[in-house]
């Protein structure tokens, strides 16, 4: 093809832009931030590695990358997780990820090892990457539209329309010129990839241009994050990675908190805190010390009350795990993907956003390598995505169906799924195979078929029946 257009230019974006500089002569992506300056406000999460920009608000947040994200990213730019490690990532070795469950800790098991780095800085470094291939640019503007035209079969994408950012003089909605100001332009492509994240225009896009939006599946979680850094001194050297979940009180008790904390550059650690609804956490440090403080996993407890607070306490608001389902849609033009969290953004509990991402960039080039034509509709390319998005969305789901201020929607299957799960819980504290093959599934190694299969079911009733006797 000649021309590949990729709206947005963060995780998704840029690794889908990798996949299409392999097969496609020229590669534009729109984005809205400063691409060179690295981003313009936020607090110094990322020091001088490239802060935070506005168009990744989750940004500031705990992001640590999975095993099999690793897998992908030096799939698609090799050794970019050495370079990662080398400039100062933290590699965090499944026996110094220490988990805990209701203050339960579970077994360390070797293998499942994260890369844990502020956000911006592992993104500032995928994006030099791919910025660095000859055949891929980058636009600042926002996009703001499909063109569509007409081919023998039907109309189809054949570009993206975007503002121009970047000028105070139109930037500004409120300014006289305002973004209407500003002059609008089209590029002309081959294929369209919208990459533009949760808050993607794609259904009103498709809508106004005479086709069915994708059925949005929803699921009004209401999660506050909050993080902060903190100075890394001498204690826990066995510890790089903490995670302490908790499950759901009854409906009227109050909710516990969950908490987790990692090492990263710069001899700090980032510690956050989250909660759901009326337990939202906010942005005062003391009650984020003391939140933490009280959360039943030693080296959370250790760290909230040893280390000194480096800056503020920035907080995260998820209204919702949602994911839009193009498989569903009868008719769907040809010239356009969607990847990332853009197709779907699910509860962060897990990590599995960037992996899940990198999965979809994996899709993408699989749909073309195995012929799939952006002269047609991408089918293939959404059938074979929604692979990788089922596996997030079905872990995430049933822990978010069971707090008790969701309400549903309940897929069928639901209370026996959320029977065995906690089943599964328990036995995970238990047998460290059982555990093994949940981490494989967090993961994004193994299907969560796995976790249901005949083999582990009987592992699951073998463990709780030993710990009963006992
Ligand atoms: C609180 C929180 C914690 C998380 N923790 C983890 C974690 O530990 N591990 C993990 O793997 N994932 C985590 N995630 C998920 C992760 O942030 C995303 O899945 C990941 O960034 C991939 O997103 P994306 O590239 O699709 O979209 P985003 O990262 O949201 O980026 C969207 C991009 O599109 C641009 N854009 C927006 N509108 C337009 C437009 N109109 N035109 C052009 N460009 C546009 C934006 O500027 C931005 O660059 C977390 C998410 C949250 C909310």
Redo the contacts with the bound molecule.
């Keep these: 093809m000649r021309t590949a257009v990729v ?8 690794l889908a832009a990798r996949v299409l500089s392999d097969h496609a002569e020229r590669v534009v992506i ?4 400063d691409m060179a300056a690295g981003g313009r406000t936020g607090t110094d999460a990322g020091g001088a590695a490239g802060g935070p ?4 608000p ?2 500031v ?6 095993a099999m ?1 690793r897998t992908q990213l030096d799939r698609w730019l090799p050794g970019m997780s050495d370079e990662l490690l080398g400039d100062g990532a933290v590699f965090c070795a499944g026996e110094r990820v220490h988990q805990y469950t209701d203050g339960v800790r579970r077994p360390l098991i070797p293998g499942h090892d994260l890369i844990s780095s502020t ?1 911006p800085f592992l993104e500032q470094r995928v994006r030099r990457r791919v910025l660095g291939l000859p055949n891929v640019e980058v636009v600042r ?4 539209g499909l063109r569509f035209t007409a081919n023998t079969v039907g109309r189809r994408v054949c570009g993206a329309s ?1 503002l121009p950012t970047g000028d105070p003089a139109t930037d500004d909605e409120r300014s006289p010129a305002g973004p209407a100001g500003a002059r609008r332009v089209c590029l002309a492509a081959d294929l369209v990839v919208d ?7 794609i259904g009103a896009w498709l809508e106004k241009a005479g086709w069915q939006a994708p059925p949005v599946e929803r699921i009004a979680i209401d999660l506050g ?1 909050a993080t902060a850094l903190l100075r890394r001194g001498p204690e826990l050297p066995d510890v790089a990675v903490t995670t302490a979940l908790s499950t759901p009180a009854p409906a009227g008790s109050p909710q516990p908190d969950s908490a987790a904390v990692a090492e990263v550059e710069g001899g700090r650690w980032m510690m ?1 805190l989250s909660g759901y609804a009326a337990r939202r956490p906010g942005r005062d440090p003391r009650e984020f010390v003391a939140r933490c403080a009280a959360i039943p996993a030693g080296p959370v407890r250790e760290i909230a009350t040893g280390c000194e607070l480096l800056g503020d306490v920035v907080c ?1 608001r ?1 209204p919702d795990s949602r994911r839009r389902e193009f498989t569903r849609l009868s008719r769907f033009p040809a010239g356009l993907v969607v ?4 197709a779907a ?1 699910f509860n ?1 509990v897990y ?7 990198a999965l979809h960039a994996s899709c993408l080039s699989a749909y073309l390598r195995s012929g799939g034509r952006v002269d047609e509709p991408a089918r293939d390319f959404f059938v074979r995505q929604r692979v990788v998005v089922d596996a997030a969305w079905q872990l995430s789901a049933v822990g978010d169906l069971a707090q008790p201020h969701v309400d549903g929607p309940y897929p069928a299957g639901f209370r026996a799924a959320q029977w065995y799960s906690a089943r599964l819980g328990r036995a995970c504290a238990l047998d460290p195979e059982v555990y093994r093959r949940f981490l494989d599934v967090v993961n994004m190694r193994e299907r969560p078929g796995l976790l249901s299969r005949p083999g582990t079911a009987l592992r699951v009733a073998r463990a709780l029946l030993a710990a009963n006797r006992g």
Excluded: F, I, N
């Excluded at 990459?195 to 225009?201: I, K």
């Excluded at 990590?351 to 991402?357: C, D, E, R």
């Design positions: 709206l947005g230019a963060s995780v998704a974006g840029l729109v984005e809205p931030d920009r506005p168009g990744v989750q940004g947040q705990l992001h640590v990358l999975m994200g956000r503007g926002r996009a703001d975007y990459a533009t994240g949760r808050g993607t225009r994050y956050v995260h998820v990847v990332g969290d853009a953004s962060p990590g599995q956003g960037m992996t899940s991402a």
